[in-house]
């Protein structure tokens, strides 16, 4: 894939990746790299040795992953021999040299008699036709024996060819596979590493999901367990309310009997009217009274059963909601403990696999 990232000759994974066709993808390779003639995915790398690394698929994607570098370009330049040097005395080593080729002079007059001898009996051997026909038949036969092998050995010899060539293919193509297994397993190292770090992120991201549904399954619980005490509360209000309620019941009793009485009395009465009538209006105003104070309880009593009604009403409301409010919290409670134990076993698997991938 081609970035538009500014290439750094520092940094090997800012160089462009295809490279330029028929070039290598290491930056500064001087190798051409030749392409497939059928076509089909194109070479990036020259397969050579330079600077000590050997430009393959594999080593460019570790140095693309900065698991190796690349060597160096520069070169120490081979010491020079001081053997051609000019001589310090020119004049001595000029003798020495006329003395060395003297005597090799006289050495070749002295056997030049002998070399004129030899040079006559080759000369004589030459010259004589049977000996030289039977030489030439016998290097004829050495000849046509020298074709035969030298046939047969070529024909080894391309057969040796042609299964090299079967075998540097065969050789080239398992090498080709076993960069792109190697490519494949290091891609899928950082696909479980980066798989792993999610795992961790979602388990970490989990842990605080069911931490907080704790804390507000705890408030829940806080509230309702004060709602259970307010209900208490309101309970013995309501018995407290209800005690007033039954004393009223039993002084309004007593207010009837006791109007029942002066009814009773003011028919009873028929002596001096004036004073019955003076009693009469006490009683009356007295009747007036407790039905005043009748009715004002009366009315005391509805509303406090009104209360009564409503703070149950409230209470058996709040009761639902803090048990429905209980039971969705320790719904969400479990699905995150199960969505964490989900995870914990899918990381499990994975790292599994993972070894089980690194091992082959």
């Known amino acids: 894939m081609t970035t538009n990232t500014k290439m750094d000759i520092e940094d ?22 030749p392409q497939p003639s059928g076509g089909g995915r194109p070479k990036v790398v020259c397969e050579q040795i330079v600077n000590g690394l050997r430009h393959t698929r594999l080593n460019k994607s570790l140095v693309k992953r900065g698991r190796i570098t690349v060597p160096s370009s520069r070169t120490t330049a081979a010491p020079r021999s001081s053997d051609g040097e000019p001589s310090e005395k020119p004049v001595t ?99 479980a590493q980066t798989e792993r770090d999610e795992a961790r992120t979602a ?30 509360q309101l309970r013995a209000d309501l018995a407290a309310v209800t005690g007033e309620r039954d004393q009223v019941s039993a002084e309004a009793a007593h207010l009837r009997e006791e109007l029942a009485g002066i009814r009773q009395e003011l028919a009873d009465m028929t002596e001096d009217r004036d004073e019955q009538r003076r009693q009469v209006t006490a009683e009356r105003a007295r009747t007036d009274e407790a039905v005043t104070v009748a009715n004002e309880l009366r009315t005391e009593l509805a509303t406090t059963s009104a209360q009564l009604a409503a703070a149950r009403e409230q209470i058996e409301a709040e009761q639902r909601h803090a048990a429905e409010r209980i039971a969705d919290l320790r719904e969400r409670a479990e699905h995150a403990e199960a969505a964490l134990d989900a995870l914990r076993h899918e990381q499990t698997g994975r790292e599994e696999r993972t070894k089980r991938g690194t091992s082959k």
Request: with cysteine; charged share 30%.
């Open 12 to 33: 090997p994974t800012t160089w462009p990746d295809p490279p330029e066709r028929g070039r290598c993808w290491f930056v500064g390779c001087p190798n051409e790299v």
């Open 203 to 232: 388990q970490q991201a989990a842990e605080g999901t069911a931490d907080q549904l704790r804390a507000d399954l705890a408030e829940q619980q806080q509230r309702a367990e004060t709602a259970e005490d307010t209900a208490e």
């Open 93 to 191: 080593t000029a003798r020495q040299t006329y003395s060395q080729t003297l005597q090799q002079v006289q050495a070749t007059l002295s056997g030049l008699p002998e070399l004129v001898e030899r040079l006559e009996a080759a000369a004589r051997t030459v010259a004589d036709q049977e000996q030289s026909a039977a030489e030439i038949a016998a290097v004829e036969r050495a000849a046509r024996a020298q074709v035969d092998q030298a046939e047969a050995d070529r024909d080894a010899a391309l057969a040796q060819a042609r299964a090299a060539e079967r075998a540097a293919a065969d050789a080239e193509a398992a090498k080709v596979a076993a960069e792109e297994a190697a490519e494949e397993a290091l891609e899928a190292e950082e696909q």
